[in-house]
């Protein structure tokens, strides 16, 4: 017996999945897009986005899979109610987006989509070719998952089902396997004239609707960006330290999410959602590790997340910090005196002077000393 829509549906219920697609593995409705947007260097330094290879098999999945006829593509909630905004808020905190709360979903996902693909094999009953994704592979996953139905692309380019909002994660099977028939596209947008993730984003972002440019993206820079922040954007941060949520949070389907009940997704306490900023200027390489260890945070390690707590520190514009990010112009990173330089000054102005003058005097690095002699003018 064939496999059906409905029996895979059930499984992806069974793994703990919450909502489940398939569609044929064809090349995505949005491939133009994409490829318009990395010629426009809208990647920013996220090269690999537009290796020669990667481009290749985003154009065609059998790239990455010689056999591949289809996709079968998941969603796992991860909304939780589990801090008031007013904690969120507060610029004494430095906020964290939602999705890195709990432990990291990457593997999360991949063991259940393993054990799912492992599934599929044996009710096909001969031999399959699968691979396993959750935002790794060179897959257009968004689009992909639009034309299974489980969602509408919105202006913020996320993918919003308009059930439960965006807050949930995306994975996905590519297989050898050849279904009867699949799921029907869902519409390409819900969003009419509703514009408020675009006007809400305080860094803008979106030089146009359903594009993204990552070299303004608060997001990017708190997780992607290894360097230095541009200084003209640092000011529009807020208290984010790691990701941002702000064109998710205004988007009216976001009163539909639904709290996850996958309890890896759940922060053990308030640290992991918005950490007092003094804890994170203060932290070394342990106390890092033992706050973040096995969530999404851990991977951009202590140098830039005390780096982005230093343009968090530099808005709150509070005393309380300010002997801290004088340690910190003493730190062994270049990256984390150069952004501490800037909260300084941002904090105490003229006061800051001698301090920045000194640590120029000192100062072996071009890029520190080129940030302290901008801040001095």
Same mark, same amino acid.
């Given at each position: ?46 090269r ?10 985003? $154009?065609?999945?059998?790239?990455? @899979?010689?056999? /591949? ?26 906020r964290?987006?939602?999705y890195?709360? +709990? ?21 096909? +009953?001969?031999? %399959? ?75 803008? /972002? ?5 594009? @993204? ?11 992607? &960006?290894? +360097? ?5 954007? $640092? ?7 790691? +990701? ?48 973040f260890? $096995?969530?999404?945070?851990? $991977? %951009?390690k202590?140098?830039? @997340?005390?780096? &982005?707590?230093?343009?968090? /520190?530099? &808005?709150?514009r &509070?005393?309380v910090?300010?002997?801290? @990010?004088?340690?910190?112009l ?15 000054w ?32």
């Amino acid at each position: 017996m064939p496999l059906t829509l409905t029996a895979i549906r059930r499984r992806a219920q069974d793994l703990g999945f919450n909502f489940c697609g398939v569609t044929p593995a064809e090349p995505s409705p949005t491939l133009a897009a994409y490829l318009r947007w990395i010629q426009q260097g809208m990647q920013g330094d996220m090269r690999y986005m537009a290796r020669t290879d990667r481009v290749r098999r985003r $154009r065609d999945l059998r790239e990455i @899979l010689p056999k /591949a006829k289809s996709l079968i593509l998941v969603g796992l909630d991860y909304y939780a109610r589990y801090a008031e905004d007013e904690v969120l808020e507060d610029p004494a905190r430095g906020r964290i987006a939602a999705y890195a709360w +709990g432990l990291d979903y990457h593997r999360v996902l991949e063991l259940r989509l393993e054990q799912f693909a492992e599934w599929l094999a044996e009710e096909a +009953g001969r031999e %399959i070719a699968q691979k396993v994704y959750v935002d790794t592979g060179a897959i257009l996953e968004r689009s992909h998952a639009q034309q299974a139905g489980m969602g509408f692309i919105g202006k913020n380019t996320m993918l919003i089902h308009p059930r439960r909002g965006s807050y949930f994660f995306i994975g996905e099977i590519l297989s050898s396997l050849e279904f009867d028939d699949y799921d029907e596209p869902h519409r390409e947008s819900m969003c009419g004239t509703c514009t408020r993730c675009l006007g809400a984003c305080p860094t803008d /972002a979106f030089p146009a609707p359903f594009v @993204l440019d990552s070299r303004l993206c608060i997001s990017y820079h708190t997780i992607e &960006n290894k +360097g230095w922040i541009d200084r003209d954007l $640092r000011g529009q941060f807020g208290n984010w330290i790691f +990701g941002c949520d702000i064109c998710q949070d205004v988007c009216p389907f976001q009163r539909f999410a639904e709290e996850t009940d996958e309890v890896a997704f759940l922060p053990f306490d308030l640290d992991r959602v918005a950490p007092k900023l003094t804890d994170i200027l203060m932290s070394n390489d342990d106390t890092f590790r033992a706050m973040f260890r $096995r969530t999404p945070v851990e $991977r %951009i390690k202590r140098e830039r @997340l005390v780096r &982005n707590a230093c343009v968090a /520190a530099g &808005n709150w514009r &509070n005393e309380v910090a300010i002997p801290h @990010l004088i340690q910190l112009l003493y730190d062994e990173s270049a990256l984390v005196r150069g952004h501490a330089a800037w909260a300084l000054w941002r904090t105490m102005e003229l006061d800051s002077a001698k301090l920045l003058t000194d640590l120029h005097r000192r100062e072996d690095d071009a890029r520190v000393r080129g940030e302290v002699e901008a801040l001095l003018g």
